[in-house]
């Protein structure tokens, strides 16, 4: 669903378990809200942003595909 985070979680390699991790979230919640099937918050998308060091915004990050 999100095209560029996907792309960018595979860049850097890092798993739905790690990212979940880092959130603090079951791998299942992270898989849904990967999925579309549930949202991020604002925290989660500024915390992942801040993960990743993505160079653009939030937006471009979480646009759908």
């Known amino acids: ?7 960018e979680l595979k860049k850097k390699k890092i798993t739905r378990e790690m990212l979940a991790k880092e959130l603090d979230l079951s791998t299942g919640t992270v898989s849904c ?3 579309g099937k549930n949202e991020f918050t604002l925290s989660e998308c500024k915390h992942i942003l801040n993960y990743l060091n993505f160079n653009g915004d939030i937006k471009e990050l979480f646009q759908n595909a």
């Open 1 to 7: 669903m999100y095209y560029i985070l996907e792309r």
């Open 33 to 35: 809200k990967l999925n």
